[in-house]
């Protein structure tokens, strides 16, 4: 994989995702490969903080980039192919939270609790500082409020702090207003700080030195 | 002024998000400095977003993930009910041409051969009523030695439906000339269609005159399957 043409964070600059999707609309199976892998943990990080369930996760991704990948001969160039992504995931998300609800289904948490603590094994040393175990219940507690977000105020949340969206792009993908979007923010942050002033408290002061060393 | 807890605290958003005035972010940080509470609010937040936008704990996408799409789209297309190729407009109206062609020969064929019949001397365009109405006037007078005023007066009745008749046989030669035309221009397009390099024959008007009569037919039946897709190859995926 050419890395010259990717962000630090692994992402596609816009010229070469542009060039991507070009070749791919004229079947080019790499140029789709390569899309894909570039965004699939991407999405499959945003479907599962969205669903909590691995199965459900892995359905919807795969469901996401199919449609995506359908109707890729139509795809407008003035927008990023992640907005649009996430625009397919975010309406997959409700149809299956939809379903889950109306078939009794629940949030599959031991699956949960043993993924966290499988995939938080530190790797290096400042990884060690940021999983000490009182980093990992601060983690855990604030994990635990967006969890209780209302789903508008989740993905609005997931969106702006982990793809690093705007409140315009956001506005694109839940299919809302900007002015919206700040609302759901605004009371997702509230939200957070009610949740979280509780016990934790105290220890957001040690928390703030671990996240500035990292 | 010095702002108050409340000020600050409708400024939160704000303030994280940077969309304060140099100034206005002085006089927060001012108020921070003195007041512990307001301060634990915001970095109570901005610790959420740092763990929200760090903290990668989310299980990743299997390994296969990417080839398991990518197999998968031609899969989805195969399970399809009844495969259906989408062809470009200009391949479908040649697919429809053809088609309306086949029916359209043996039509005209029919049409030509019944005009034939009913008019069988329809074809010979040189000889006028008059021409007619004078000959078999003479020989009636010859025959029963008819007066002339009389004559002249069953021209005049004659006169006017021979006319009728000579005119519905020119149309029929027209439309007969026309057919033919038609039919060319028709084998044309689709010679040229079928070969790319030629011309297209845009310019014949017959041909943009049935094109134009068979617009809604080209409508209802655009999507045709009928070319077989190609074969599927490992480098290639059809979307």
């Given at each position: 994989?050419?890395?010259?043409?990717?962000?630090?964070?692994?992402?596609?600059?816009?010229?070469?995702?542009?060039?991507?999707?070009?070749?791919?609309?004229?079947?080019?199976?790499?140029?789709a490969?390569?899309?894909?892998?570039?965004?699939?943990?991407?999405?499959?990080?945003?479907?599962?903080?969205?669903?909590?369930?691995?199965?459900?996760?892995?359905?919807?991704?795969?469901?996401?980039?199919?449609?995506?990948?359908?109707?890729?001969?139509?795809?407008?160039?003035?927008?990023?192919?992640?907005?649009?992504?996430?625009?397919?995931?975010?309406?997959?998300?409700?149809?299956?939270?939809?379903?889950?609800?109306?078939?009794?289904?629940?949030?599959?948490?031991?699956?949960?609790?043993?993924?966290?603590?499988?995939?938080?094994?530190?790797?290096?040393?400042?990884?060690?500082?940021?999983?000490?175990?009182?980093?990992?219940?601060?983690?855990?507690?604030?994990?635990?409020?967006?969890d209780?977000?209302?789903?508008?105020?989740?993905?609005?949340?997931?969106?702006?702090?982990?793809?690093?969206?705007?409140?315009?792009?956001?506005?694109?993908?839940?299919?809302?207003?900007?002015?919206?979007?700040?609302?759901?923010?605004?009371?997702?942050?509230?939200?957070?700080r009610?949740?979280?002033?509780?016990?934790?408290?105290?220890?957001?002061?040690?928390?703030?030195?671990?996240?500035e060393?990292? | 002024?010095?702002?108050?807890?409340?000020?600050?605290?409708?400024?939160?958003?704000?303030?994280?998000?940077?969309?304060?005035?140099?100034?206005?972010?002085?006089?927060?940080?001012?108020?921070?400095?003195q007041?512990?509470?307001?301060?634990?609010?915001i970095?109570?937040?901005?610790?959420c977003?740092?763990?929200?936008?760090?903290?990668?704990?989310?299980?990743?996408?299997?390994?296969?993930?990417?080839?398991?799409?990518?197999?998968?789209?031609?899969?989805?297309?195969?399970?399809?009910?009844?495969?259906?190729?989408?062809?470009?407009?200009?391949?479908?109206?040649?697919?429809?041409?053809?088609?309306?062609?086949?029916?359209?020969?043996?039509?005209?064929?029919?049409?030509?051969?019944?005009?034939?019949?009913v008019f069988?001397?329809?074809?010979?365009?040189?000889?006028?009523?008059?021409?007619?109405?004078?000959?078999?006037?003479?020989e009636?007078?010859?025959?029963?030695a008819?007066?002339?005023?009389?004559?002249?007066?069953?021209?005049?009745?004659?006169?006017?439906?021979?006319?009728?008749?000579?005119?519905?046989?020119?149309?029929?030669?027209?439309l007969?000339?026309?057919?033919?035309?038609?039919?060319?221009?028709a084998?044309?397009q689709?010679?040229?269609?079928?070969?790319?390099?030629?011309?297209?024959?845009?310019?014949?008007?017959?041909?943009?005159?049935?094109?134009?009569?068979?617009?809604?037919?080209?409508?209802?039946v655009?999507?045709?399957?009928?070319?077989?897709?190609?074969a599927?190859?490992?480098?290639?995926?059809?979307?």
């Amino acid at each position: 994989m050419n890395q010259s043409n990717e962000t630090g964070d692994g992402r596609l600059d816009f010229t070469e995702e542009r060039r991507l999707i070009k070749a791919a609309q004229g079947g080019c199976a790499v140029s789709a490969h390569r899309l894909i892998s570039a965004h699939q943990d991407r999405l499959h990080a945003f479907v599962w903080r969205m669903l909590r369930n691995e199965h459900d996760t892995d359905e919807v991704c795969q469901e996401a980039f199919l449609r995506a990948f359908g109707a890729l001969a139509g795809f407008d160039f003035n927008y990023r192919f992640s907005t649009w992504l996430f625009t397919i995931g975010y309406r997959l998300c409700l149809n299956q939270m939809r379903r889950r609800s109306d078939h009794g289904g629940s949030i599959d948490f031991a699956a949960i609790s043993a993924t966290r603590r499988e995939t938080d094994a530190p790797t290096d040393a400042s990884e060690a500082v940021a999983n000490s175990d009182q980093a990992r219940q601060l983690k855990d507690a604030i994990w635990g409020a967006v969890d209780d977000l209302a789903p508008p105020q989740r993905a609005t949340v997931l969106l702006f702090y982990r793809e690093q969206m705007s409140c315009q792009e956001i506005g694109e993908v839940l299919k809302m207003p900007a002015a919206t979007v700040k609302s759901h923010l605004h009371r997702a942050r509230a939200k957070l700080r009610e949740n979280l002033s509780g016990s934790v408290a105290e220890q957001w002061a040690d928390v703030r030195f671990n996240t500035e060393a990292g | 002024m010095a702002l108050t807890c409340r000020n600050v605290q409708h400024l939160h958003d704000a303030y994280l998000d940077s969309d304060l005035s140099a100034s206005m972010i002085a006089e927060v940080d001012a108020h921070l400095l003195q007041c512990p509470e307001c301060q634990r609010q915001i970095d109570m937040v901005r610790v959420c977003g740092n763990v929200i936008s760090r903290d990668q704990s989310e299980p990743r996408a299997a390994d296969d993930f990417a080839a398991r799409v990518l197999s998968a789209l031609p899969r989805q297309r195969a399970a399809a009910p009844a495969p259906v190729v989408l062809l470009t407009r200009r391949q479908s109206r040649r697919v429809v041409l053809e088609r309306v062609a086949a029916g359209f020969i043996p039509a005209m064929a029919a049409m030509i051969g019944l005009s034939l019949l009913v008019f069988p001397a329809a074809t010979d365009h040189s000889t006028s009523p008059d021409r007619q109405v004078g000959r078999v006037l003479g020989e009636s007078a010859t025959r029963t030695a008819v007066s002339p005023t009389l004559a002249l007066g069953v021209q005049d009745i004659v006169s006017p439906t021979l006319s009728s008749i000579d005119n519905a046989s020119r149309a029929v030669g027209d439309l007969q000339d026309f057919a033919g035309l038609t039919l060319r221009d028709a084998r044309e397009q689709l010679a040229a269609s079928a070969n790319p390099p030629a011309a297209p024959a845009e310019d014949a008007f017959s041909g943009a005159f049935l094109m134009q009569m068979l617009h809604p037919l080209l409508g209802v039946v655009s999507p045709v399957p009928t070319e077989p897709a190609p074969a599927q190859t490992d480098d290639v995926v059809r979307f």
